[in-house]
């Protein structure tokens, strides 16, 4: 069964920090990955998604991810942190047979002034 | 393009009582998904739809149930409620339900069950 472990439930960065939010995957096939943010009280909005074309996938609003096979992980970076990124983000892993997305746990990003 | 929308976005029922929620999938998406999420299960997949057909369920009981119409509209259902199941429910609709396919999420339908 396909997996996604988030490590580090709160990360805190300080504005114009490097952000890195950490996600590891177990799949049985080969694997869809995606990274959602969501904002309060707001639904699910993707920022990138991986699906075996460049290992390295841009995303919205200047987010990034590198999937690394021998690695099993799919980390977020962004360079800078700003202060409207402060949200929960997640990391998640298209089961097979379908759209049945896996979540991970999410990672709350605090963002300091 | 309208985005996916859910109705209403607030709910309280009582214990046993029974809830529909409703959710519009963006125009010309055929496959609408379910997930609940609470703080300490997460997000978790319920069902999927497609062309008015269940093609994906996640570990729920039989209380949850849902369906779609032939605009792909869909609506979910929960029978007997519990307290455990206060939850935010969001609807999620994409083109063909893929794999690969992105998934638009709605803002979600915010149960409280007292």
């Known amino acids: 069964a396909q997996s996604v472990t988030q490590l580090g439930s709160h990360v805190s960065v300080s504005e114009g920090a490097l952000v890195l939010l950490r996600c590891n995957y177990s799949s049985s096939v080969p694997p869809y990955l995606f990274w959602y943010v969501q904002y309060p009280n707001q639904g699910l909005q993707l920022l990138l998604k991986?699906?075996?074309?460049?290992?390295l996938v841009k995303g919205i609003n200047g987010f990034e991810a590198e999937f690394k096979k021998s690695e099993t992980s799919f980390h977020l970076t962004k360079p800078s942190a700003h202060m409207s990124d402060a949200a929960e983000y997640f990391c998640?892993?298209?089961?097979?047979?379908?759209?049945?997305?896996?979540f991970g746990a999410g990672t709350i990003l605090r963002v300091k002034s | 393009k309208a985005g996916v929308t859910q109705t209403p976005r607030y709910l309280i029922k009582t214990r046993g009582q029974q809830v529909t929620l409703s959710c519009s999938p963006i125009?010309?998406?055929?496959?609408v998904s379910w997930y609940q999420q609470t703080p300490g299960q997460g997000l978790q997949f319920l069902f999927e739809y497609f062309s008015e057909t269940q093609r994906n369920k996640g570990n729920f009981p039989g209380r949850f149930s849902g369906r779609q119409f032939s605009n792909s509209r869909s609506e979910m259902n929960v029978s007997t409620l519990e307290l455990g199941d206060s939850a935010l429910y969001l609807c999620?609709?994409?083109?063909?339900?893929?794999?690969?396919?992105?998934?638009?999420f709605g803002p979600g339908t915010r149960l409280t069950v007292l």
């Open positions: 991986y699906t075996s074309a460049a290992t």
């Open positions: 998640a892993v298209s089961d097979r047979g379908g759209n049945k997305l896996v």
């Open positions: 125009s010309g998406h055929r496959s």
């Open positions: 999620a609709s994409s083109l063909d339900g893929g794999r690969t396919d992105t998934q638009y």
